[in-house]
């Protein structure tokens, strides 16, 4: 019995010994998994709606708050349990669909200034201003939609003389795929310097006119597809709250059938909205950048 023992603890070691002269892996750093690009989606849509002073769980709290107070008002007009359940669930998706439409606005309005805003920094640059003052002439005579978040890049340069790290302020706050490429072209410019940074301006400020001349081109012909998306989900819906006003005409909806017939028919609406979306949506630029 010893001496089984004693063997095995000596093979133990020398597993050990044999563990110990391989070098550990490093963990890896690849890109995040389903969960994280949502969840960094979600805060990219949640600053550029302007809220970044709210959390991901206030919004979530947000939701459920209005999806209750949605589904008693609706229960108390229609008095059917199932039609205010369906509604209070309309109730909760409002708050999403608001913040993403939101940020929707907000990023197609950075489009449009983003060139202006790129040319004004290249002309600064060559008539001799340094890099992080050519920026902070942004927060005063740049484009109204900048001049916030460049005006808290000039706050943040001054207070610590830190051009990096107020960079890094600038793309968080900004939260675009725009703002990442101009940070990481301005940083590569600041930290190897050379003559280049002029025309990798003017050619950035050129390729984000002609994406803007073919998106709003793109989105003139989609905006059909969406407006009926829209009107194809919201019209069941606006007949049911018609026939609200109707108390015999939702007593069907008491019934097992009745509950039915509203989960199917939530289910065909969301389904046949997200594939017309699908369908006619544009791409959307990704910050591989942040």
Partial sequence: MTGSFLGLLLGVGLALVWWSLWPAPEPRSGAPGAVGR?????????????????????????????????????????????????FGLMGAAAVPVTVRARARRRRAELREV??????????????????PEALVQLSDRGPGPLREPFAAFALDYRATGRFVDALDGLKDRMADPVADRLVEALRIAREVGGTD????????????????????????????TVNAARLALAAPWLVLLMLATRGT??????????VVVLVVGAVASLLAYRL???IGRLPEEQRVLR
């Fill in 276 to 278: 017309m979306l699908r």
């Fill in 197 to 224: 940074l002029g025309r990798l301006l003017r050619t950035l400020s050129e390729f984000l006119r002609a994406d803007g001349r073919a998106r709003a081109e793109l989105a003139a012909r989609q905006s059909w």
């Fill in 249 to 258: 005409a939702l007593e069907a909806y008491r019934e097992p059938g009745g």
């Fill in 114 to 131: 983003w060139p202006e805003a790129i040319d004004h920094v290249a002309s600064a640059v060559r008539a001799g201003l340094a890099l």
């Fill in 38 to 86: 949502y969840r960094d989606r979600w805060r990219d849509d949640v600053l550029l709606a302007g809220l970044g002073g709210l959390g991901l769980s206030t919004l979530a709290a947000l939701s459920v708050l209005v999806a209750a107070v949605v589904a008693v008002l609706a229960a108390a007009v229609t008095g059917v349990p199932a039609i205010a359940v369906a």
